[in-house]
């Protein structure tokens, strides 16, 4: 009887690792089939881009070249001595005080920027949010204008800037806030969309207007979330600080490209290393910030 029984279900398993089998067979071809497209995509782009090997090959030695010339000529012996002996760290920055005051002012227009932009985010992101917009037609205008926003560079937003107000932190200022406030803004809308809509469903209920369940039902759910965004684009925003200033935005990026075009290479690397002092203090005092403001946002709830 038991042998009768496995001989029933013998051709039952046979057939389940066949199906096993094929179905293996097509993901892996599925796969290949992926990876051949990707592979053939990317031959395709780096051909329009005309970034051919020949060329990468050459020139790798002199993106080498380039660093080596902007490094220091430090002398042990005279590495700690005043900064008018040649080889000291003194000698290599030189202008220390100007390139700090310049560090402060990069630092300032991140946080006012994202202080600008999050606040214009944050007004925005309830109605650009599916679940709570008032209307079809109001969620989609602002979801595009939130893409309008961020889809264009913070550079060509310091070029328009510029040209308007003048060469200094105002344009900078206004280009990463711009620039913030599409980031942030799609951000915050798919953390509202992720809320619990319960505590919505009661303010409305009692006769809450929309504002009242935005500010009361969804606002203290998803703020953890919005404040971890904001100071994630804080870190990001220095970043940016010290770049649009090529073109005149203010800050340390002005005067990066004033030595960068006149070829003085150890002050570029003297500020280089400013700039990535300054981004890791920032990023490890945010994340500080981050989670003691987090932390007692949950305690409080």
């Known amino acids: 009887m038991m042998q009768a029984a496995y001989a029933t279900s013998l051709p039952a398993v ?76 003194a000698f290599w920055f030189y202008r220390l005080p100007e390139w700090a005051l310049l560090i402060v002012e990069t630092a300032n227009m991140a946080a006012l920027a994202t202080l600008l932009g999050s606040a214009l985010s944050l007004a925005l992101a309830f109605p650009a949010a599916r679940n709570i917009a008032p209307s079809g037609i109001i969620y989609q205008l602002t979801r595009r204008f939130l893409e309008a926003l961020r889809t264009i560079p913070e550079i060509v937003y310091a070029l328009i800037f510029v040209w ?50 935005c500010r009361f039902a969804i606002l203290p759910q998803v703020l953890p979330n919005l404040l971890s965004y904001l100071l994630l684009r804080f870190e990001v925003n220095i970043r940016s600080a010290s770049v649009i200033g090529f073109v005149g935005a203010g800050g340390i990026g002005e005067e990066l490209y004033k030595v960068i075009s006149f070829n003085y290479y150890e002050e570029i690397s003297a500020i280089i290393l400013l700039i990535i002092l300054t981004v890791a203090c920032m990023d490890l005092l945010s994340e500080k910030l981050r989670h003691a403001a987090i932390g007692r946002l949950e305690a409080a709830r």
């Not at 780096?46 to 220091?72: D, K, Q």
């Not at 042990?76 to 080889?87: I, K, N, P, R």
């Open 14 to 89: 046979i057939r389940g690792e066949e199906a096993f089998q094929a179905a293996r067979r097509q993901k892996r071809n599925a796969a290949l089939l992926g990876a051949a497209v990707v592979l053939v995509c990317l031959v395709v782009a780096a051909w329009i881009s005309e970034a051919h090997p020949a060329t990468l090959w050459a020139g790798l030695p002199r993106i080498g070249e380039y660093f080596i010339r902007i490094l220091p000529d430090l002398r042990w012996a005279a590495l700690f001595a005043d900064a008018e002996t040649e080889g000291s760290i």
């Open 164 to 213: 308007a107000f003048g060469v200094g932190a105002l344009a900078g200022i206004l280009a990463i806030a711009l620039h913030s406030a599409g980031a942030n803004g799609k951000l915050f809308a798919e953390a509202i969309e992720n809320a619990d809509m319960k505590p919505w469903d009661g303010v409305t209920a009692a006769g809450g207007s929309w504002f009242a369940a």
